[in-house]
């Protein structure tokens, strides 16, 4: 192996995700991947392409109720499991929009 060979991938292995090491950085500010730098950012890839295409999920409408800063939470029962939460999941709207989906539903 030539010095040039050996230096290129030293460099190479410097900007190597700390989680993924078989991924290379995807960019000169962080070390980390695409997908962890998403994460990062508290988006990941999967919520941002329900968000684009439009994806919804099925849920019936249940009340509001009281959040512990005094807001109002409107609760709704997935027809539909959503990551993180199964079929029959009673779960607020901010949930669901979170997770990148709109709900397919009525109210009352």
Known sequence: MSI????????SNERRCPNHPERRSASKASN???????????????????KVLGATVRAEYC??????????????TLIDAI????????VCRETIEGAGFRIEGRKG
């Not at 040039?4 to 460099?11: D, G, M, P, Q, V």
């Not at 009340?63 to 709704?76: A, F, I, Q, R, Y």
């Open 32 to 50: 980390l991947c695409g997908p962890c730098l998403m994460g990062k950012r508290g988006v990941s890839l999967a919520v941002a392409l329900r």
């Open 83 to 90: 990551p993180g939460h199964p079929e029959g999941s009673t």
């Open 63 to 76: 009340g509001v109720m009281k959040g512990l800063s005094g807001e109002t939470l409107e609760l709704w």
């Open 4 to 11: 040039f060979t050996e230096e290129a991938e030293k460099r």
